[in-house]
């Protein structure tokens, strides 16, 4: 029950995130891609993709925090 709870918070966080950063956050956590891959295949540089994935740690964690 509780391992269902977190896993809807964590779902309903990523909804939060826009489409690039969603996009970024997954490649990097349930792919374990370099920043640098995942620069190639959003199609951006590798600094941004760093703050991409920067924006959206930033916004999961104010996500679950307030829950």
């Known amino acids: 029950m509780i391992a269902e709870e ?4 964590v779902r309903k966080s990523l909804e ?3 489409p690039t950063q ?6 990097r956590v349930q792919q374990g891609l370099s ?3 995942i620069a190639v ?3 951006s540089t590798e600094g941004a993709a760093r703050v991409h994935y920067h924006n959206a740690i930033q916004t999961v964690k104010e996500f679950l925090r307030d829950e």
């Open 22 to 27: 969603r996009e970024v956050f997954t490649l």
């Open 35 to 37: 920043y640098k891959e």
């Open 6 to 9: 977190a896993q809807e918070k």
């Open 41 to 43: 295949v959003v199609g």
């Open 16 to 18: 939060a995130l826009s």
